[in-house]
């Protein structure tokens, strides 16, 4: 994602000054750190030199951070030769121990960290940002005598109206770097909301995130969005873990959880304010263009709606999709078309999902286990799915984040929906030139033939259904899926108004295997 950040000029700050107010032995000659040119000039950079008479001792950074900062993020190098070592940390504009002092120490085992109100790296706090002098704190354990080394501090400050946006330097590398298709399950609760779990004696007690991670590493997948019901609480420990889990994308998500029906927002590292049918938030359209709001040039946050048709009473207070008045699906980009083991269920989301594609609406379809036992392997319909079931599959440029978000927003996505592991669908549409994947558009005159092609993996003894508008076609004359991995080509026909089309795949037993997403034709 884009990086926005606070513009700051630095000047010229002596660290000789800074030494003054700390008790411990410091050079006579104390070096300095300087405000250096910097290739963003929103960016502090602050730089200096050590020398071996500063060995054991500590020095303070001072910096300025202006009100309205979200998020504080320091990338920190130094020259290393001759087992030169500088240790870091951070701290506030209050006196060390105060409220607003001591932020964090890592030592020398984190060349780059972050700190905001509600997430921070492993080593610091998380907390309220106040305006005021900051400090980095370096502390070196050991320079030789005859030594000297020089060293950079970035700082890199967002603001509280892009709270979602993240520096590059904290998204770090992708976990993969090639395109292709990733596999996740986009819909989980921990012990952070209402997921548990048995403890050692087999009692049920609130499940650890660890937990989550674990079994979606164990199931194969490749990405998961924990989705706490309304809290933001688990991204300090999603932080922490991923570097553990460099197989694993772990992306942060809220499942907005209101009276009137429930949502995932996907890649928000702030809390939204959920309180539907309040003074505050009147309705759903409130919440939503909060959201919307919170986006920047990079596309921002993503919105799917949870769900949709289950009851709304005593059973699931607020479960099914019931907004009043109705939302504005326009700031609406997904819908959780199977949730658990839903599929072939009068509660599955795909009749939902179908009228509001009719109804002119870009969404794309996904699944979500819903999973609130991590460990369990049950693959029960409404939330007692093990992670993995469903599986979305959708089709990025790299494993990262941003790459998911942005596949995920296209639409070249479909759902396995027992989360098989190496089911597979595509589906592509040529016209006049031009070729286009699921979530791609052709305009297509009156009377043109598009050429139309799927091809099926791993679902042998299956079936292959075309959708147009919501109702099976007969497009294929042999629609026998009778291979492990099977072409399928056909022609439709255009009338030249507004159409969407996308293939399904049931598997031997009858069962729906793979939900496809649309292709639309003349959606303007």
């Known amino acids: 994602m884009r990086r926005w950040i606070w513009p700051l000029i630095l000047l010229v700050i002596p660290l000789a000054a800074s030494a003054q107010s700390t008790p411990v032995t410091a050079s006579a000659r104390a070096p300095i750190a300087t405000a250096a040119p910097s290739t963003d000039p929103a960016d502090i950079v602050l730089q200096g030199r ?5 060995n054991r001792s500590y020095r303070e950074l001072p910096f300025q951070v202006p009100a309205g900062t979200a998020r504080i993020t320091v990338e920190f190098d130094y020259d290393r030769a001759d087992k030169t070592t500088i240790d870091l940390g951070l701290i506030g504009p209050g006196d060390f121990l ?3 002092g001591f932020r964090g120490w890592s030592g020398g085992n984190k060349r780059v960290f972050t700190v905001s109100a ?15 002098e900051w400090k980095l704190l370096l502390g070196i354990p050991n320079i030789r005598a005859d030594s000297s080394a020089a060293y950079t501090a970035r700082i890199r400050l967002g603001r509280n109206d892009a709270p979602d946006a993240i520096p590059e330097a904290l998204a770090g590398k992708p976990l993969r770097a090639q395109a292709g298709w990733y596999r996740g399950d986009l819909h989980m609760h921990s012990g952070h909301s209402d997921g548990s779990c048995a403890t050692q004696s087999g009692a049920k007690a609130p499940c650890p995130l660890f937990l ?33 889990f460099d197989r694993l ?31 505050a938030v009147p309705d759903w359209n409130a919440v939503l263009r909060a959201i919307q709001a919170r ?14 048709i289950r009851p709304s009473d005593e059973r699931c207070m607020g479960c099914g999709w019931t907004p009043s008045p109705a939302a504005d699906l326009s700031r609406v980009q997904m819908v959780e078309v199977v949730n658990g083991g839903d599929a072939d269920t009068p509660g599955s989301g795909i009749a939902f999902w179908q009228r509001e594609l009719n109804a002119g609406h870009r969404l794309t379809g996904v699944g979500g286990s819903d999973n609130h036992d991590a460990p369990t392997q049950a693959e029960e319909p409404f939330g007692a799915s093990r992670i993995g079931r469903p599986t979305t599959a959708v089709h990025a440029r790299e494993l990262s984040m941003p790459a998911i978000l942005d596949g995920l927003r296209a639409g070249n996505v479909f759902v396995d929906v027992r989360g098989s592991k190496d089911r597979a669908l595509e589906l592509w ?5 031009r070729e286009v994947a699921m979530g791609g558009e052709l305009e297509v005159r009156a009377g043109a033939d598009v050429e139309v092609s799927a091809k099926v993996g791993n679902v042998a003894g299956g079936r292959i259904e075309v959708v147009v508008d919501g109702l099976p076609v007969a497009l294929i004359a042999q629609p026998a899926v009778a291979s492990a991995q099977q072409r399928f080509d056909f022609r439709w026909r255009s009338d030249g108004a507004r159409h969407w089309l996308r293939v399904d795949v049931r598997d031997a037993q009858g069962r729906l295997a793979l939900v496809g997403n649309p292709i639309y034709f003349n959606p303007r």
Do not use: C, K, W
């Not at 549409?429 to 030139?433: C, D, L, M, T």
């Open 249 to 279: 994308l772990l992306m942060p998500g809220i499942e907005i959880t209101t009276f009137q029906g429930h949502a995932n927002v996907f890649g928000t590292y702030a809390p939204v304010d959920f309180r539907v049918g309040s003074a």
């Open 98 to 100: 105060a409220p607003d």
């Open 429 to 433: 549409a040529r016209y006049g030139g």
């Open 118 to 132: 509600n997430d921070a790296t492993a080593s610091y706090l998380p907390g309220a940002l106040p305006a005021g």
């Open 212 to 244: 989550t991670a674990q079994a979606a590493s164990r199931q194969g997948l490749d990405f998961i969005a924990v989705t706490e019901h309304n809290t933001v609480s688990h991204l300090p420990e999603l932080r922490a873990l991923q570097p553990h």
């Open 50 to 54: 050590i020398t071996g008479r500063d």
């Open 295 to 308: 986006g920047t040039p990079a596309g921002g946050p993503l919105v799917s709606i949870n769900h949709p």
